[in-house]
């Protein structure tokens, strides 16, 4: 999917964010949580979400936010990892970014198309830029397990690259001593 995911922030989330505000401080952004969305005859589905949502539909797991980055000032960019030993195997149709007091702030679904598909074969990174227009950032931050982990999806494709060229490279010289065989 090359669109941006755009959540739905939600009345509880603001009112969060107003309270801390009205308090001097900050609301902190601290868990992604991930779901497979709402049970449509038998089958699990993304739907539209709202801003009066509270929880997920059909939420499966919750992740601490591995790092992450303020985007002024428009949002953040957060990393965060669901591994293949949490349990079971489903499509990502929905993903929540929750507050440190257990508030749902904003909530992504899609009624067409999952993010993802989680397996217990792979981890899944999950890597968002939280587009917050409605808030002002100084309002939000976010807490992170691991500031300097760096975004891998860069490293992860040249490495996918160099393998592919390395392949190609050890076919060519297979086909050679093929033929320099006949």
């Known amino acids: 999917m090359s669109a941006p995911l755009i959540p739905v922030l939600t009345n509880v989330g603001?009112?969060?964010i107003a309270n801390a505000e009205g308090t001097g401080l900050q609301a902190v952004i601290d868990q992604v949580a991930i779901g497979r969305g709402a049970?449509?005859?038998g089958v699990y589905k993304g739907?539209?979400?709202?801003?009066?949502a509270t929880a997920l539909t059909g939420e499966m797991a919750r992740v601490p936010i591995l790092s992450g980055a303020r985007r002024d000032p428009a949002g953040f960019t957060v990393l965060s990892l669901l591994?293949?030993?949490?349990?079971?195997?489903?499509?990502?149709?929905?993903?929540g970014f929750f507050l440190s007091n257990g508030t749902l702030l904003a909530l992504w679904s899609d009624p067409a198309?999952?993010?993802?598909?989680?397996t217990t074969?792979?981890?899944?990174?999950?890597?968002?830029?939280?587009l917050l227009e409605a808030i002002p950032t100084s309002a939000l931050a976010i807490t992170v397990l691991n500031p300097d982990v760096p975004d891998t999806a860069?490293?992860?494709?040249?490495?996918v690259a160099m393998m592919a060229r390395l392949l190609i490279g050890q076919i060519k010289i297979i086909d050679r001593l093929n033929a320099a065989k006949l």
């Not at 792979?122 to 939280?130: K, Q, R, S």
């Not at 860069?154 to 490495?159: Q, R, S």
Request: aromatic share 10%; charged share 15%.
């Open 83 to 95: 591994p293949a030993s949490s349990p079971g195997e489903y499509p990502i149709n929905e993903v």
């Open 47 to 52: 739907y539209a979400p709202a801003r009066t």
């Open 113 to 118: 198309f999952p993010l993802a598909y989680k």
């Open 14 to 16: 603001l009112a969060a």
């Open 39 to 41: 049970l449509v005859g």
């Open 154 to 159: 860069g490293a992860l494709a040249e490495g």
């Open 121 to 130: 074969l792979a981890d899944v990174e999950l890597g968002f830029d939280l």
